[in-house]
């Protein structure tokens, strides 16, 4: 129960954090006076997530058929026996 708690107030404080730019700005100074080389490698680990799935998103959009900024899909028109098109 207390590392529920425990988790509840970190997830409150980091949201209270992440509310204001310039306390999160402050936060990160902070953290990277107190503790540069973890901020450092935290950094680095986030830059390289990121990357990697905006590669990944990409090429599965790419392969997919392409990036289109609308997409129209038309209804497929049934061919009647008259020789014209049937909706």
Do not use: D, N
């Amino acid at each position: 129960m207390a590392a529920v708690i425990l988790a509840l107030a970190v997830l409150a404080a980091g949201c209270w954090l992440c509310l204001s730019p310039a306390r999160l700005a402050v936060a990160g100074v902070a953290l990277l006076i107190v503790h540069p080389v973890p901020t450092f490698v935290l950094t680095a680990v986030v830059v390289l997530a990121v990357t990697v799935a905006g590669v990944r998103l990409a090429c599965r959009s790419l392969r997919e058929g392409g990036w289109y900024l609308v997409t129209v899909q038309r209804p497929a028109f049934a061919v009647s026996r008259a020789g014209g098109v049937a909706s």
